[in-house]
Every structure is written in C-alpha cells, then in structure tokens.
C-alpha cells in the first residue's frame, strides 16, 4: 500500500467555501497529509472552529480569513494573501456554494446570485491563482459541482443550472490552462452529510438514511471523508494524466434512471452538499 501520509508536503492548497461542514474535513485532510492549507469563507465562526480543531494553526500550516465570491477585491486580495505566506499556490479547491433558488418562478436577482457564487466566484478564483501556479510549474483545481447538474429536478431550477455549467466551465478551463501545467477536474458528490441534510433532519441521521437509500446504489448517504477523498486523489499525483473530467462520489445515484421509487414531492429531496 502506497503512504499517502505526506503526498501534499510543502504543497499549498487554496479552499474556497472551506468553513462548510464538508469544507472543513477537506481542509483537515489536506493539513493531515502535509499541506499548507489557506482557508477562505463568508463564515469566519466556521473558519474559527476549523482554526481550534487543528490547534489553532499552531504549526502555521493553515490559515483562514473572510472570503466573499461576489467580490472581486475580496477574491485578489485573499489569494495575494496567500501566496505571499506560503509562497505559492498548488491547489485550489473551489467549494463555496449559494442554495438560493425559487425553480421556475426564480427572479433576476436569485439568479444573479446563484450563478454569480457557483460559477462566476470560482472563475475568478482559477484567473486570480493561475498565476501563482504558473510560477510553481502547474498545479491542480476541483471545482466542486453535483449530481443535480446532470439530471432534471422539478423544484430546482438556478442551482441545477449552475452546477451544469461548472461542469461544462471546468472542461474548457483543463484545455485552457493545459499549456500552464495546470490540471482542471470536477466532483460531483450527491447526497452527503453535510448542512443541508443536517438543517432539513434536525440532525437526525436516521432520517437522511431511509429517504437516501432508494436514490443509491449503495443505499446510504455519503460521508464527508468520502467525498474529501475523491478531492484529495484528484489533486495528487496520482491522477497526474487527469484533467478536464469529472469524479462522481455519488454511491451510483447518477447511474440510476427512472424516479428510483422516490416522489418528486419528497421533503427530504434535499440540495447535495454544503
């Protein structure tokens, strides 16, 4: 078995959206195997919990700031900061994500919103660390997408659309940033334990398992280590020939067909992940 315990020394990773419940475990796990990890998020009490469960960035290894993807200042200014600590970027993970959506009756403005944080926000965060990786030789990019951009949903209508979109999105960026040595995939999870499903239970597991099972193969929910694997294998050497596709960790839910025995109306037909 290859020790992976050290694949991403002195390797600086760049998380945006890395507070989430799902943000946190990815950041960890890339601290955990050597990396210098900068945290950016809208949620600084979640940036703070993940700051004292690694002893407070004691080692200097990671670092968290404000990070807002509808401002452009916000997104130059966090990257500059980063690099200019650890030296450089080598990964970025783009895993911010705006939920707001009315499906069909949507308006301007939540369209605006949801598309602006989903795809615009990560765009910006690929143009504002390029250089930085062109610098260090080429890097790595996930952007993080979901099984609601391959499929239709009835109820949805913004956050499917934007999810679509970064899958297509992160295709052109592989070929556009090949010539930089720079490596552009997807991760496209489905349900897994995340704020969502905590906010829609009560943070009842239980609940989440029996309304998933029907929708997967393997009939559970993923968990947050499972999806931050996926990440982690992506952004590693070990997918070196890897680039402009997208890793599904959805426990064979995008692979299914039909309503899976499930009504649309289902309340717990829940977002993906945080």
Not at 33 to 44: H, L, N, P
Not at 235 to 256: E, I, P
């Amino acid at each position: 078995m290859t020790d992976t315990a050290s694949r991403f020394k002195d390797k600086v990773v760049v998380i945006a959206g890395g507070a989430t419940l799902i943000g946190q475990v990815i950041a960890k796990a890339f601290h955990a195997e050597g990396a210098k990890v900068a945290v950016g998020d809208i949620d600084e009490q979640g940036g703070a919990e993940l700051l004292a469960d690694v002893g407070g960035g004691a080692d200097g290894r990671l670092g968290f700031r404000h990070l807002d993807l509808a401002d452009d200042g916000s997104i130059a200014s966090f990257v500059e900061e980063a690099s200019d600590r650890f030296g450089g970027v080598d990964v970025l993970v783009n895993m911010a994500c705006s939920y707001v959506d009315g499906g069909v009756a949507s308006t301007r403005d939540q369209w605006l919103t949801g598309l602006g944080i989903n795809v615009v926000g990560p765009a910006l965060m690929v143009e504002a660390v390029r250089p930085h990786m062109k610098r260090r030789g080429g890097g790595a990019v996930v952007n993080i997408a979901s099984v609601a951009g391959k499929g239709a949903r009835s109820d949805l209508l913004v956050y499917p659309a934007s999810k679509a979109a970064v899958l297509h999105m992160t295709k052109c960026m592989a070929m556009a940033l090949a010539d930089d040595g720079i490596r552009a995939n997807t991760v496209s999870p489905s349900w897994t334990w995340s704020k969502p499903l905590v906010e829609r239970t009560g943070n009842k597991r239980e609940w989440a398992a029996r309304a998933a099972e029907p929708l997967h193969m393997l009939k559970r929910f993923a968990e947050p280590e499972e999806l931050a694997a996926g990440v982690l294998f992506l952004c590693s050497d070990a997918a070196s020939f890897v680039t402009g596709t997208d890793l599904a960790v959805d426990g064979g839910y995008s692979s299914m067909t039909g309503d899976r025995g499930v009504s649309s109306g289902n309340h717990l037909l829940l977002y993906p992940a945080d």
